[in-house]
């Protein structure tokens, strides 16, 4: 189940878009990391082509978030920190609600544990 990110999100409707492409560059960093933590998986498809074929397109995944988090990372470093936007609509429309929180600038008291974030979906 998916908490809306409306219920809980009050996104400040005045947002730096450098801080803004900085917080997204950081999600996908991490987004990265825990795909690359699931490379061990690839011990025990060796034996099957699919399962290659499957942890190839898990590769490539990571490399994309990678460069796409260091091109939002390089874009928020270009950006000047007078340029402003209203990320509210488009943030009160994530899905996840602890996403659209932390790219909203929210802090928690809580320790981030990225890999305990979203629903298991077991299938």
Same mark, same amino acid.
């Given at each position: 189940?998916?908490?809306? /990110?409306?219920?809980?999100?009050? *996104?400040?409707?005045?947002?730096?878009?450098?801080?803004?492409? @900085?917080?997204?560059?950081? =999600?996908?960093? !991490?987004?990265?990391?825990?795909? !690359?933590?699931?490379?061990?998986?690839?011990?025990?498809?060796?034996?099957?082509?699919?399962?290659?074929?499957?942890?190839?397109?898990?590769?490539?995944? =990571?490399?994309?978030?990678?460069?796409? /988090?260091?091109?939002?990372? @390089?874009?928020?470093?270009?950006? *000047?920190?007078?340029?402003?936007?209203?990320?509210?609509?488009?943030?009160? /429309?994530? *899905?996840? /609600?602890?996403?659209?929180?932390?790219?909203?600038?929210?802090?928690?008291?809580?320790?981030?544990?990225? =890999?305990? @974030?979203?629903?298991? @979906?077991?299938?």
């Amino acid at each position: 189940m998916h908490a809306s /990110a409306s219920a809980s999100t009050t *996104p400040n409707a005045d947002t730096s878009l450098s801080d803004l492409l @900085d917080r997204l560059g950081t =999600e996908l960093a !991490e987004r990265a990391a825990a795909v !690359e933590r699931l490379q061990p998986l690839a011990e025990a498809a060796r034996t099957d082509p699919d399962a290659l074929r499957a942890l190839q397109g898990l590769d490539l995944t =990571e490399q994309t978030l990678r460069a796409l /988090a260091g091109l939002l990372a @390089d874009l928020a470093a270009a950006a *000047p920190a007078n340029w402003r936007i209203d990320a509210g609509p488009a943030l009160a /429309a994530i *899905p996840l /609600a602890d996403l659209a929180n932390r790219l909203a600038g929210a802090t928690s008291d809580q320790p981030r544990d990225a =890999e305990a @974030d979203g629903d298991c @979906d077991f299938f």
